[in-house]
């Protein structure tokens, strides 16, 4: 069985799961909180970032793209036709672009911001940078949620799936990034029906149930967080 250090607000985190998940790859959850810097951990990822994965022979592989590369070598050329990736090296590229788009670039701008106001500073110690929520910060990403939110409209209504007409990586990377926004009530579906519709697709799918059933200790999700039908 493989080993997942990860946090349940990581959106990393929840990429790498709904990709083991979809896989059908018993692995064993570890939560990890990155500010502990456990020295433990640190031995297996000198950054002290989620996700690591203990892989085969307990190799520990570092960081989002280089588990779901690795994933996809050992897992995804056994499913042919329902891969995540395309056959076509260009179609391959987009996929790549789209999910470091998600996961760097909307994480840096948004996520990365309102998940440390909100959740992470009521657990890290004072001393680390822990306590009240910096409202600027919190303005200043939530501004940022709408430039986004109109691309993934545009590619959610031109297209079938996010990089073209099969569901991939890039799809799980972006259904993981605005899942940790959802669960926090952050996200205005009404102003987008053709992301909604998208996100409602990729939500049913059975890979998804575990992360719906995600709860952070004293934040209660939103109250539409696990509904199939929104």
């Known amino acids: 069985m493989l080993t997942l250090f990860h ?3 990581s959106s990393s985190s929840r990429f ?3 990709i083991l998940n979809e896989y059908d790859v018993a692995t064993n959850l570890i939560e990890e909180y990155e500010w502990a810097r456990r ?3 640190l031995v297996l990822n000198p950054a002290g970032s989620v996700p690591v994965l203990l892989a085969e022979r307990e ?13 996809d070598e050992t897992r995804g050329g056994l499913r042919r036709d329902q891969r995540f990736f395309p056959e076509n090296p260009l179609e391959r590229a987009e996929v790549r672009r789209l999910t470091e788009w998600f996961l760097t670039k909307f994480e840096s701008e948004v996520t990365r911001h309102i998940v ?9 110690p004072l001393a680390q940078g822990g306590g009240a929520p910096d409202s600027q910060t919190l303005r200043n990403a939530r501004a940022n949620i709408r430039p986004h939110m109109k691309y993934l409209e545009w590619l959610c209504a031109s297209r079938d799936w996010l990089a073209g007409n099969s569901i991939s990586y890039a799809d799980l990377a972006a259904a993981a990034s605005l899942s940790v926004l959802d669960f926090m009530g952050e996200l205005d579906w009404k102003s987008f ?9 990729i939500k049913s799918r059975p890979s998804f149930r575990p992360l719906l059933n ?9 109250t539409h967080y696990a ?3 929104f």
Do not use: N, Q, T
Not at 60 to 66: I, K
Not at 116 to 124: A, G, Q, S, T, V
Not at 193 to 201: E, L
């Open 7 to 9: 946090h349940p607000m």
């Open 39 to 41: 020295r433990e951990f």
């Open 193 to 201: 029906p053709a992301s909604r519709d998208w996100y409602m697709r």
């Open 116 to 124: 440390r106001e909100r959740i992470y500073k009521r657990e890290i």
């Open 16 to 18: 790498v799961r709904l």
């Open 214 to 222: 995600d709860r952070i200790r004293g934040i209660a999700p939103s």
């Open 59 to 71: 190799v520990p592989l570092c960081g989002a793209y280089v588990i779901y590369e690795y994933l």
């Open 227 to 229: 509904d199939l039908d």
